[in-house]
């Protein structure tokens, strides 16, 4: 994560967005981009197409499956790059749609007053993903952390952080 750390603060845990929000989604690009190629090649056998005729096809097809694949990388990309962590001392969002973009938002643990997970339908519950809504004191009112896996142990790291951080601010 692209993230500077003050000084005194570590990392308890990093998370992202659950799987299901990616693979899918690479499996309709790929389909959406090599069928038309697999119709293509298949259509100038059939069609017996020469010369020109077949290099115009094989043109189109190679520029659709790259544009798809652009797409794909760009999918992949803001997946890996839609990052959450939490540290002793902050909660931090951090996204990247593509490489000339970023948005990071913090809160202070401290700032960080309700809780809650949020996990509806068949499929959260069975693949165990959900969001985790976090209300604050600070200038972003709710930090939402969506379709991450396991957020029930990702809110119980998020609570241990907070009260280990009101107690080190107490003992001030």
């Known amino acids: 994560m692209a993230v500077q750390l003050q000084e005194g603060e570590f990392p308890v845990l990093e998370c992202r967005r659950h799987w299901i929000y990616l693979w899918p989604l690479m499996a309709l690009y790929a389909m959406v981009a090599l069928a038309p190629v697999a119709l293509a090649v298949v259509l100038v056998g059939l069609l017996d197409l020469g010369g020109n005729g077949r290099l115009a096809v094989y043109a189109l097809a190679a520029l659709w499956a790259a544009y798809w694949g652009v797409r ?26 593509h490489w000339f ?36 004191a600070g200038q972003q009112l709710n930090f939402v952390l969506h379709g991450i896996p396991d957020p029930v142990s990702v809110l119980t790291a998020l609570d241990r952080a907070r009260d280990q951080a009101r107690r080190e601010v107490q003992s001030r």
Do not use: K, M, P
Not at 72 to 97: C, E, K, M, P
């Open 72 to 97: 794909a990388y760009f999918g992949w990309y803001r997946y890996r790059h839609d990052q959450w962590l939490i540290t002793n001392q902050r909660l931090v969002d951090s996204q990247r749609r």
């Open 101 to 136: 973009h970023q948005e990071v938002a913090s809160a202070d643990l401290v700032d960080v007053q309700d809780t809650s997970v949020e996990r509806e339908g068949v499929l959260e519950t069975v693949l165990n993903y959900g969001d985790l809504v976090c209300q604050t």
